[in-house]
Antibody, heavy 117, light 107 residues
Framework: QVQLKETGPGLVQPTQTLSITCTVSGFSLTSYYMQWVRQTPGKGLEWMGF???????EYNSEFKSRLSISRDTSKNQVFLKMNSLKTEDTGVYYCARDSSYIRFAYWGQGTLVTVSS | DIQMTQSPSFLSASVGDRVTINCKAS??????LNWYQQKLGEAPKLLIY???SLQTGIPSRFSGSGSGTDFTLTISSLQPEDVATYFC?????????FGSGTKLEIK
């Protein structure tokens, strides 16, 4: 059974770095692309980037300068790190998995991140 | 970037009604469009992929159509459990982009 679960810090101060972990089960990260999406009050749903099954990455240029996606296949975890946080980055962050022919087929429950001092 | 214009943003309909939600892409996205349902506090659930393919386990009252720039999600007979926000996603080219969502309620 495919499962994805995001864990994050909840509250982050402005200018700090956000770190979120997506822990997966039921499949191997070396077989599927993993996506990151966020949902903010100001901009709705935004695609942030993905990591391919082979480990290379692509980013939305909106975030490229401050976003990093990586993984640890031995721990079945994918990581999102974004620096220089602003209050507008407040929202729910999701990881999602592609299937063989379906983009964004499976989603985690999301983790709420509040950027506030 | 490809802009996805979704309409309407809000929809109120009665149980049993036929409901349609539209997404228009700012350029050709072939059939690379998915539809999702999101209930309050839950993760998005895939309903339709690649414009018209019904995801496994999704009731057949949901259907999708369109190609190129114009797409439609249809619920043939609205049920109370369909109360949710629906949104489209284009995955023809990155940055992948989403519609702004349609909030569906029961009259």
């Amino acid at each position: 059974q495919v499962q994805l679960k995001e864990t994050g810090p909840g509250l982050v101060q402005p200018t700090q770095t956000l770190s979120i972990t997506c822990t997966v089960s039921g499949f191997s990260l070396t077989s599927y692309y993993m996506q990151w999406v966020r949902q903010t009050p100001g901009k709705g749903l935004e695609w942030m980037g993905f990591i391919r099954s082979g480990g290379s990455t692509e980013y939305n240029s909106e975030f490229k300068s401050r976003l990093s996606i990586s993984r640890d296949t031995s721990k079945n975890q994918v990581f999102l790190k974004m620096n220089s946080l602003k209050t507008e980055d407040t929202g729910v962050y999701y990881c999602a998995r592609d299937s063989s022919y379906i983009r964004f087929a499976y989603w985690g429950q999301g983790t709420l991140v509040t950027v506030s001092s | 970037d490809i802009q996805m214009t979704q309409s309407p943003s809000f929809l109120s309909a009665s149980v049993g009604d036929r409901v349609t939600i539209n997404c228009k892409a700012s350029q050709n996205i072939n059939r690379y469009l998915n539809w999702y349902q999101q209930k309050l506090g839950e993760a998005p659930k895939l309903l339709i992929y690649n414009a018209n393919s019904l995801q496994t386990g999704i009731p057949s009252r949901f259907s999708g159509s369109g190609s190129g720039t114009d797409f439609t999600l249809t619920i043939s007979s609205l049920q109370p459990e369909d109360v949710a926000t629906y949104f489209c996603l284009q995955h023809n080219s990155w940055p992948f982009t989403f519609g702004s969502g349609t909030k569906l309620e029961i009259k």
